[in-house]
């Protein structure tokens, strides 16, 4: 399985970056693009359309043509695992790695719809998506969370047999008083109810991130929104044994 070598310069999606969606004016009001499949249009110093678009055809073809029994879905958090930490607990699982740095829900969205379901049949898939919904779109958390909603109920109609392990959305911004950790946790306190415990699985690896002072170090995440390496080991340990108790 593919995971895609990506340089943390072109994973950074600074929580500053010009709005991707705007609402158009009163009188015809255009739907957040969290919920609408859209196709990445935005050219950024820190990636390319072209460069989405080759991404997003490496996926299509893994999808057409690869076995994967663990599917990631999501954004530059997911995308951006450490490789060796990538070689020895998910690797071995048979795990495509199909998320890209940028992308919100409706970006996600569109994939999932232009090929990136193919002819996999995953047992179980990761997802993580939304805070670029909070960061770049500046969605409210009812608007994110309701893409959050969107990309599971794809999933399920896409593969109605595989089990979703739902991660909530990773705080961001170093001290707990940010907007943007109160968004944060209003979002995941709402995608929380998407969990039913027999093939939706909801599990919040955020608060293993932060420091007793709910405050987040450099060196979890260096930018306060991407993990380091120790970020990555810290949500692998976590993670790595109810992925392999759903593979069961």
Request: hydrophobic share 40%; with cysteine; net charge neutral.
């Amino acid at each position: 399985m593919k995971l895609h070598q990506k340089n943390l310069a072109q994973l950074c999606v600074g929580i500053g970056l010009t709005l991707l969606c705007q609402l158009s004016g009163a009188l015809s009001p255009t739907p957040p693009s969290g919920i609408t499949p859209t196709k990445r249009t935005v050219e950024y110093d820190w990636m390319s359309v072209s460069a989405w678009d080759k991404m997003h055809a490496e996926d299509v073809v893994v999808a057409q043509y690869d076995q994967v029994d663990v599917l990631f879905v999501g954004d530059s958090i997911t995308a951006g695992w450490d490789w060796s930490i990538w070689e020895k607990n998910f690797k071995p699982l048979k795990a495509a790695n199909f998320a890209i740095g940028g992308d919100h829900t409706g970006n996600l969205l569109w994939r999932l719809q232009h090929g990136a379901i193919g002819n996999i049949q995953p047992k179980l898939i990761v997802a993580l998506i939304g805070v670029n919904n909070v960061g770049a779109l500046q969605e409210t958390p009812e608007q994110a969370a309701a893409g959050v909603t969107k990309v599971v109920q794809q999933l399920q109609l896409a593969w109605p047999n595989s089990k979703i392990l739902l991660n909530a959305v990773f705080p961001f911004d170093q001290a707990p008083s940010s907007d943007n950790r109160r968004k944060v946790k209003k979002l995941n306190q709402i995608i929380s109810k998407l969990g039913d415990n027999k093939m939706i699985f909801f599990k919040d690896y955020g608060p293993l991130l932060l420091q007793k002072d709910g405050n987040i170090s450099p060196d979890i995440m260096a930018d306060y929104l991407h993990p380091t390496p120790k970020g990555y080991q810290v949500w692998a340990n976590a993670m790595t044994p109810d992925i392999n108790a759903l593979l069961q």
